[in-house]
């Protein structure tokens, strides 16, 4: 079974190269994910780039170096790391915060899992998440800079971050806590999306279920509140039971959506690989594991085969269907990225096609995402 994960992990892992990863505006050493497959011109001289797209394109390409550890792909993820800061002209910060934890979470994986280090990068983003805290305003840290929206899919991944990234568990307790405290469900206990002006936003998105998922199994793991592990249990029962029809973790669409079930997935998949065995953690972990494996048996099941190699469906329930250049592409509009007329064009669909194989091979496994494998150092 780990075999076969693996393999159908490395075929994604091949479609997503062959189709989007482009050098940066012809520069040597660098590379990112062309957005959209097929792609227009301007697509691919990386008109349109889509930051937070990109993190996660390194996070799981880190995902395939523990997998399969390759000294060609250590050299792809130097690649991808200066391809971002150069399409980001020479920065690493935006003005969203999400985007920005995004990005914080894949480098710090990159240091510490496979020895590609930006320490220097790393603090300037803790420094945003720190300071950017204001409980004053009803916060958590907002989705974006001069805003009043706070909400899950930022301060999830910037939680996670500072509690793997120098010691700041305080913090992260405190972002956790604040979550669990503003915008926990009381019917279904799923997670809603935010709060703004003291007014819940009551969207239930899946990938704000995965972010507190992998907030709390990092407090779990590494503190010794209980609160924190029995957070993780209420939130795995919820999601199998109000997030995943017959055992599949439900799709959202292309664009920024075709991101949402492989999030969801990447930390359904921490939860196996980073709980202890024994008591509440098993059922916790083994619903988790059933999601998962579930979710990439239908996704691989319903892909198209392009040249050899899956294309997957943004409902990983349903066929795949293949995407035309001359089909609408993804418009972003007020900081969100709405999808293409046909969402299997969006690199994000694909993207998390590849991180649910990851998921899989990770849990069928048993490989801790706090292994290392010997990498290379700037």
Avoid at 340 to 362: C, F, K, N, T, Y
Wanted: with cysteine.
């Amino acid at each position: 079974m780990e075999q076969m994960w693996a393999n159908r992990a490395a075929s994604a892992e091949a479609a997503v190269s062959r189709r989007h990863l482009r050098r940066v505006w012809g520069f040597p050493g660098t590379e990112l994910g062309v957005v959209a497959w097929p792609a227009t011109g301007r697509l691919r001289r990386f008109g349109t780039w889509h930051y937070w797209w990109q993190a996660h394109l390194l996070d799981t390409l880190v995902d395939a170096q523990l997998r399969d550890p390759q000294p060609e792909r250590l050299k792809a993820i130097a690649r991808q790391i200066r391809g971002h800061r150069l399409r980001n002209l020479g920065r690493w910060t935006n003005d969203y915060y999400d985007d920005m934890a995004w990005l914080a979470l894949a480098l710090e994986r990159s240091g510490r899992l496979v020895g590609v280090h930006r320490a220097k990068a790393l603090d300037t983003l803790a420094d945003q998440f720190l300071a950017a805290w204001v409980p004053e305003d009803g916060g958590g840290i907002p989705w974006r800079k001069q805003d009043q929206f706070f909400n899950a899919p930022a301060n999830g991944p910037a939680g996670i971050f500072l509690a793997r990234y120098g010691d700041r568990l305080r913090r992260a307790q405190q972002m956790a806590d604040w979550i669990d405290e503003t915008l926990i469900d009381p019917d279904t206990k799923l997670v809603f999306d935010g709060i703004r002006g003291g007014s819940l936003v009551r969207a239930q998105y899946t990938y704000c279920q995965g972010v507190v998922l992998g907030l709390e199994t990092e407090l779990a793991v590494r503190t010794a509140d209980d609160r924190h592990r029995q957070r993780v249990h209420r939130l795995v029962s919820a999601v199998a039971e109000h997030m995943a029809p017959a055992g599949v973790i439900r799709g959202a669409g292309g664009g920024d959506g075709g991101l949402f079930n492989g999030i969801l997935a990447r930390y359904l998949a921490l939860v196996v690989t980073e709980l202890p065995p024994g008591g509440a953690d098993d059922d916790a972990r083994e619903t988790a594991r059933s999601l998962v494996t579930a979710s990439a048996r239908a996704a691989w099941d319903n892909r198209q085969t392009v040249d050899g190699t899956p294309l997957f469906g943004a409902f990983w329930d349903r066929p795949a269907e293949l995407p035309t250049a001359a089909a609408q592409e993804a418009q972003s509009i007020d900081g969100a990225v709405h999808s293409s007329s046909i969402p299997e064009r969006d690199l994000s669909v694909q993207l998390s096609g590849w991180m649910v194989l990851e998921a899989a091979h990770a849990v069928a496994d048993g490989t801790s995402g706090r292994s290392v494998t010997a990498g290379e150092r700037d």
